[in-house]
């Protein structure tokens, strides 16, 4: 029988890896602690729209990545967003293309990464906390004590410092090399707006406002999102990572109220002044593992002979595209290195 493949992590990364694998013919299992797929891609539905904590929007230079992005553009789960990104500069807010062209996943970001997982055997709410190895194989066990396997390779598509836990004991080399790549904290607040959300200066549609300074790093407007259409005013507050992770202890609400007033401060500072419309509901999640600090030098994964692999954004450049691209060049190794029987046409 052909070797079977685990992946833990069904973020970008891991589902790139997975898909690479089983487009080719190969055996592969998907393991994810979280309800769904999606890691730092997910969305979370809330009572009247979904919203992203998370990764908001993607950029595609890679000639691979961007065939992946037309073949979700093509199947509706992704469109170009945003076309502009807006800043504040001496009192007014202006606006600034970069020339690099974003998208983000329709109706919600969390569509490319259900359309990744497609087919793909994925086992939700299990969370992996050790590996064991008999003989040539490698066995998972989850927080529940369940033992899956045997399988010929174990991919771990995580942040660093969570894939360093579960590798030590097998591949201490690769363990140091985990601690080379260290996480940034990212508290991501909430909020429903009781009326649209305005820039004085800025057309009625403004998606994205940037910060260079202080707590905030980035202000999102759902609606403006393709695919949200009737959605009310939701937006996602994304603080300076080193403002995140000075609060890292504190309790959501207190830093949901502080990032709407770091926002309502900032619009009093636009002349004409401009102020935060009531609040209507509020809320922040953090993420403890957001962007690497650092990232691994050399390629973008690691394999061993052994069949340990580790893959993820860490691994090359800490956007969804390095996070992509990681996965599934890992997935290519993977096929590479355990090739399928022929089964050529002729006797
Ligand atoms: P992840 O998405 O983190 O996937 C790892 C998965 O592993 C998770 O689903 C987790 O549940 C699972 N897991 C962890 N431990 C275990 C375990 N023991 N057992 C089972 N499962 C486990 N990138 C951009 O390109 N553009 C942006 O605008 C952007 N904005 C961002 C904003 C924020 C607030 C954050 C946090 C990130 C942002 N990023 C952005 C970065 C981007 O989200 C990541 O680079 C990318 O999603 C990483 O994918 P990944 O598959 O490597 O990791």
């Known amino acids: 029988t052909p070797p079977s493949h685990a992946v833990i992590g069904a973020g970008i990364a891991g589902l790139a890896c997975a898909r690479a694998l089983a487009d080719a013919g ?15 891609m997910s969305s979370r539905r809330l009572e009247d729209g979904a919203i992203e904590l998370g990764a908001q929007s993607f950029r595609a230079a890679h000639p691979a990545f961007r065939e992946q992005v037309a073949a979700w553009v093509q199947a509706g789960v992704a469109a170009p967003w945003p076309d502009a990104l807006w800043r504040l500069e001496a009192g007014r807010a202006a606006r600034r293309a970069d020339g690099h062209p974003r998208y983000t996943g329709t109706p919600r970001m969390s569509a490319v990464t259900r359309q990744l997982a497609r087919g793909l055997p994925l086992h939700t709410g299990t969370r992996i906390v050790s590996l064991a190895r008999a003989g040539n194989d490698w066995r998972l066990i989850d927080e529940r004590g369940t033992t899956h396997g045997p ?5 771990l598509a995580l942040p660093a410092p969570q894939a360093e836990g579960l590798i030590a004991p097998h591949a201490p080399e690769l363990a140091s090399e985990c601690r080379q790549v260290p996480q940034r904290a990212c508290w991501a607040a909430w909020a429903r707006l009781e009326a649209p959300l305005t820039l004085p200066g800025a057309e009625a549609n403004w998606p994205l406002l940037q910060f260079d300074a202080g707590p905030l790093k980035r202000v999102v407007r759902h609606r403006t999102k393709p695919g949200r259409g009737g959605a009310p005013e939701l937006i996602t507050l994304l603080a300076d990572l080193d403002w995140s992770e000075r609060r890292l202890e504190d309790a959501p609400d207190a830093v949901a109220v502080d990032l709407l007033g770091a926002l309502n401060d900032a619009l009093e500072t636009l002349r004409p002044a401009a102020s935060l419309p009531a609040v209507q509901a509020r809320g922040a999640h953090r993420w403890r593992y957001a962007e690497p600090g650092a990232v691994a030098p050399g390629h973008d994964h690691r394999l061993t002979d052994a069949g340990l692999a580790l893959c993820g954004d860490g691994w090359r450049g800490g956007r969804i595209e390095d996070a992509w691209l990681s996965g599934h060049h890992l997935g290519e190794a993977l096929c590479h290195r355990h090739p399928l029987p022929d089964h050529g046409d002729f006797p």
């Open 26 to 40: 190969h055996d592969v299992t998907v393991f994810d602690k979280g309800r769904g797929p999606g890691g730092r």
């Open 151 to 155: 399988f010929a390779t174990v991919s």
